[in-house]
């Protein structure tokens, strides 16, 4: 099983698909099981910046550029790697269907994938001045708390697909004093934490009486 330190390289070595603006546009009768991929070439870039959920507007800009796209029957092809080192694309023929994929590292909450995709689409759909590797370390995208701790569980101890159109349990939007009540049994003395490969441990921060401190 992959490790949590292991799943934190997906984001700070993190290869992003780039599809260029000229581009040609996606046709939404596309098979991605046996589509090409568009033209572009894969960057590596660390996507480590601390996210807090706070819209700063730029979300609401860049999801407006994409969703304009399926007007008139439009798709978006997304190419992208997952965990396992797999490249997979995926046809989206509805600006719901890509909502939360393309938003979610607005909010400190996405995948891997979901990150992939968020600067994919970004390069592809907008005019910018930003290199990635200044983009990734400005305070657009990242990664917060529970949504490492969250997707991690989704996607490594649960063994989910990272595609997703809503919230799932014991995902990156469930708070932590949820993940600590759910994903396994509390630790309630020094003796018996064990340096076991097989184990994983969650750690919060609480107060004296041991609250949990969703927000500092």
Known sequence: MMTPREFAAKYTSMDVYIIPSDAPKDDPRMDPDNAELPPGKWETTNVSRYRLGLNNG??????????????KGG????VVKNIDGTIETRVYRSDKEIALAATSAFWGKGTPEEVQI??????????TTFKLADFVKAYFIGLDCNGFV?????RVWNNNDWYRTSEVPLGPNVQITTLMQKAGTPVTKLEDLVADRNGIYIMALTIGNGTILEKV
């Open 58 to 71: 730029y979300k609401d800009d860049f999801w407006r550029v994409v969703a304009s796209k399926f007007y």
């Open 75 to 78: 798709a978006i092809q997304v």
């Open 118 to 127: 968020t600067l994919q689409l970004r390069y592809r759909f907008q005019k």
């Open 150 to 154: 969250g997707n991690y569980i989704w």
